[in-house]
């Protein structure tokens, strides 16, 4: 697509629940990130998956949360046992290159995860 | 780790003032960017920034990037309604990826 998709754009689920988000990023974008940002506040970073290299990994709040990126392409943020705390709006961001060379992220519009 | 300080924290002008804002580095970069994130929308990109020194603008848009490296500044002229929205600055190495905490502006008639 044109821009980066996200999908749910809105998620309400009960504490407890596992819930995915999908990220679809532009195509041809090598570098994906996660970030997370809660009601009024800044954007807190998540992961980013550059390529085939390992995952950067070192924004993830606890261990129930994990994200994947299959063939390079789309990726999934996975959170399990989700905490009231969870509720956030998820944004997704691509990029052509990793931002030594241009920092510029193209960010979708986000999945709104609420939880009761 | 790495503080990225943005202010102010939030503005709220009159239509037609000039604004001004700024984010500060403990650590020095080569790359800042701003970015603008309206309501309901991800945050998109206004004016990027490599080199120290640089002063660029984007329509009523200024940014300069500070010679130290450690610091930005990002002015908007003669303010519209439009620009209301969340102003954040951006710096990073490719192991750490930074927002600055946001700066909230409100344009009133």
């Known amino acids: 697509g044109a821009g980066v998709s996200q999908s749910p754009s809105n998620k309400v689920t009960e504490k407890g629940k596992d819930v995915e988000l999908r990220c679809d990023p532009i195509s041809g974008h090598t570098a994906l990130y996660w970030y997370r940002q809660s009601l009024g506040q800044g954007l807190e970073f998540l992961i980013y998956?550059?390529?085939?290299?390992?995952?950067?990994k070192s924004g993830l709040p606890s261990d129930r949360f994990s994200a994947e990126r299959t063939g390079g392409s789309v990726s999934t943020l996975t959170i399990q046992r989700t905490q009231q705390e969870d509720s956030a709006v998820y944004l997704c961001a691509s990029s052509l290159a990793l931002l030594a060379n241009t920092g510029e992220l193209f960010f979708g519009e986000g999945s709104r995860l609420t939880v009761l | 780790g790495q503080q990225l300080n943005q202010s102010p924290q939030s503005m709220f002008i009159q239509e037609g003032e000039d604004v001004s804002m700024n984010c500060t580095s403990s650590?020095?970069?080569?790359?800042w960017l701003w970015y603008k994130q309206e309501p309901g929308e991800g945050p998109v990109l206004l004016i990027a920034l490599y080199k120290a020194g640089e002063l660029t603008s984007n329509g009523r848009l200024t940014a300069q990037f500070g010679i130290t490296r450690k610091d930005s500044f990002l002015n908007i002229s003669a303010s519209i309604p439009s620009d209301v929205g969340i102003y954040f600055c951006w710096t990073g190495t490719a192991s750490k990826l930074t927002f600055g905490t946001g700066t909230r502006l409100q344009v009133t008639l």
């Open positions: 998956f550059q390529g085939n290299s390992a995952p950067d």
């Open positions: 650590s020095i970069f080569n790359t």
